[in-house]
């Protein structure tokens, strides 16, 4: 944000309407990348993972990330005002190769074809249709609104629990954060 401030000069709105532009920008980028790493691993264990045992797979997927994320808070979280770049160069590295990993390891099955796209209609007129039938899927049953709503009202209440743990994360340090 600094360095895009000084690079503009006197267009600049100010140095830190620059740096909170380019935070939003990255972290734009982040949850765009993060949504479409969950897609494809979503994907990849609704295709693979037996629909017998799928619950008991997210459960423990589940019990794992909260492991991870204990373990993390614990013995790491107290060096990152001094070693945040080393510890998201290394988290994103881990999670590069774990990703990886499961990408090239699962095999799918066989599927058949696609069906034929209708290749007359282009831009938004091809794509509406794929819209408004995903929001006939979504939303029309009294279920689903259900479930969208719980959802969003879970994560509402979770995430000030969440962050404010946070401030007290000391772990293996004896360190506190301040945020």
Not at 79 to 102: A, K, N, R, T
Not at 145 to 160: C, D, E, M, N
Request: net charge neutral; aromatic share 16%; hydrophobic share 45%.
């Amino acid at each position: 944000g600094r360095s895009l401030h000084g690079l503009i000069g006197e267009s600049s709105p100010g140095e830190k309407i620059m740096i909170i532009m380019v935070f939003a920008g990255s972290w734009t980028v982040f949850e765009f990348c993060t949504i479409i790493c969950s897609l494809v691993f979503q994907g990849l264990v609704i295709d693979v993972v037996p629909q017998a045992v799928i619950g008991r797979f997210f459960a423990l997927f589940r019990v794992v990330a909260l492991l991870a994320g204990v373990l993390f808070n614990y013995y790491v979280f107290g060096f990152v005002e001094e070693q945040y770049s080393m510890i998201l160069i290394g988290v994103g590295v881990i999670y590069l190769i774990c990703f990886l990993m499961m990408c090239i390891g699962v095999k799918e099955g066989s599927y058949p074809p696609p069906p034929r796209e209708d290749t007359e209609k282009t831009g938004l007129a091809k794509l509406w249709p794929s819209i408004c039938t995903y929001c006939r899927d979504c939303f029309a049953r009294p279920y689903y609104r259900w479930i969208y709503v719980s959802l969003a009202l879970g994560y509402t209440t979770a995430t000030p629990i969440v962050l404010f743990g946070l401030l007290y994360v000391g772990g293996s340090t004896g360190k506190h954060v301040s945020i």
